[in-house]
């Protein structure tokens, strides 16, 4: 079995270490004999997208969303969209999550027209959402406890046809009102959780290169790796972070 990974825009969306979660599905998927292959694409970088099985952007600023506006509406945009409707996978967060949403209109008043590939829109407040926080997966995405690190101005309002990717235990999540955290439609996964997300929510990667694989293969079982280290940092954070006050 293999999956081929498209990282999108790595030289631009990379905040605090998202690619870290590149690494990470692939070293889960050669520790059971999965191959995987990662192709960077950036701005101006043209491929053909649905030979993909799985995406990956990353979060940025508010000035480097805007910078991408003029590559996603030059085909990338339109590709990323049947690659959703597709079924293909999708890991995005933050900046890259709010991409896939139908707009971001920033705290000083941008509008920035983006993919509208899952229904939610995302408005910038003057106060930031920053912190160690955590969340609960919702049942479709396997129902374990994620730990991570939010850092947005954008707060995110979801669509009627979409559940959110979990229920916030503590922090912020899409906006700080109604304790959704991110999306899940289809195999999109659009979360908040910086950090990067996969190494220390093990369970969470699983349930990401599992939709993958069953897109592409059918049935497919994910032999249990030896996560002893993985889960003890995760429930160490877990911890820690819900009982800060
Ligand atoms: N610019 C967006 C916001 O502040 C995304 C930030 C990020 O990716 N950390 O809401």
Partial sequence: MKLSICHLYPEVLNLYGDRGNIICMEKRLNWRGIECEVTKLGIGDTEDLS??????????????????????????????????????????????????????KTYDGNTCEFLGAVDFYT????????????????????????????????????????????????GFGNNGEDKTEGVRYKNVFGSYSHGPILPKNPAFCDMVLQTALERKYGKATLEPLEDAFENAAHDTVLEKILKQE
Wanted: glycine share 18%; with cysteine.
């Fill in 51 to 104: 030979k993909f099985d799985c995406f990956f952007i990353g979060g940025g600023q508010d000035f480097e969303q805007e910078v991408l506006l003029s590559d996603l509406n030059s085909g990338k945009g339109q590709e990323l969209k049947s690659a959703v409707e597709d079924g293909k996978t999708f890991l995005c967060i933050c900046g890259g999550y709010q991409m896939m949403g139908h707009y971001y």
């Fill in 123 to 170: 408005v910038g407040s003057k106060t930031r959402m920053i912190d160690n926080y955590a969340f609960q997966l919702g049942e479709e995405s396997g129902g374990s406890t994620v730990v991570g690190f939010e850092n947005h101005s954008g707060k995110t309002y979801l669509g009627k046809g979409v559940s959110p990717l979990g229920t916030v235990l503590k």
